[in-house]
């Protein structure tokens, strides 16, 4: 690493090959977790990656493309110019969000841009989402609607999304089996949790729902009109509808 011969996602790794081994023993790993002091693990360095180097031994890290059978270095504008992209996308960017992309920008080299951005005041580096390791950064604007959105109280909203989308984050950061991206597929996000999925045919509930919300989650899953007179039962009745009252209904 202090060579330029390997990289990684964060710090831990390092402290972790150089933290004696009589404190990373399963004995001394359980006391330090019970009195909730820091210990560091292999397990949760994240990736490590190897640099490149050219013939005369400079650490170079080129960021290269296949093309007509031949290998050509992208150039750092449009490496800066994915960047940006990616954040204009997402509003937060962090290495996992990359399996989601097929690009062939390494992270390493989206790492150096995003980070001569934040010194220059134009995005955010920091922790937003948590439960993934490394490095993430956000754009101004992502920062102020997380924190609106955090304090906004769930109002029950639905969108429905082709799996072609880019918010399309099932089995990536979000938890469950990873859909593909074939625009016959969609997501359903309640208050932005997916909580019904299609794939084919088959429709997968994310989450318990009564068949009065089954049926709700369905037809907007689907994006079909529901009555007005069918809404306003369903807001009245509750969970205590079935799917065959409210097909009569609708009818």
């Known amino acids: 690493m202090f060579r330029g011969l390997v990289s990684a996602d964060s710090f831990t790794g390092l402290r972790a090959l150089i933290t004696p081994i009589s404190k990373t023993t399963h004995r001394e790993v359980e006391k330090r977790r019970r009195k909730n002091k820091q210990f560091y ?6 990736r490590w990656v190897r640099l490149r180097r050219d013939e005369q031994g400079q650490g170079t890290s080129p960021t290269e493309r296949k093309g007509d059978n031949r290998i050509q270095p992208v150039d750092l504008e449009t490496i800066e110019a994915i960047a940006r992209k990616l954040l204009q996308r997402y509003g937060v960017v962090f290495r ?42 956000a ?19 639905l969108i429905s999304l082709s799996a072609a989308d880019p918010l399309n984050l099932q089995g990536i950061i979000m938890p469950g089996p990873r859909l593909s991206s074939s625009s016959r597929n969609r997501v359903l996000y309640r208050d932005g949790v997916p909580i019904v999925v299609m794939e084919g045919k088959d429709l997968r509930f994310l989450v318990e729902m009564s068949a009065a919300d089954q049926w709700q989650a369905r037809n907007a899953l689907l994006r079909r009109r529901v009555p007005p007179k069918v809404r306003t039962y369903l807001n009245q009745s509750g969970s205590t509808l079935s799917p065959q009252s409210i097909s009569s209904l609708a009818h």
């Not at 693990?41 to 994240?46: F, K």
């Not at 924190?147 to 029950?156: K, Q």
């Open 41 to 46: 693990s292999m397990d949760d360095a994240g």
């Open 139 to 157: 754009s101004t604007e992502a920062v102020q609607l997380l924190r609106s959105i955090r304090r906004a109280p769930a109002e029950g909203t």
């Open 96 to 137: 996992k969000v990359l399996d989601r992309e097929a690009i062939t920008v390494p992270w390493r080299d989206l790492l150096r841009v995003y980070r001569r951005l934040e010194a220059r005041g134009e995005i955010r580096g920091g922790r937003f989402v948590g439960g993934f390791s490394g490095e993430q950064f």
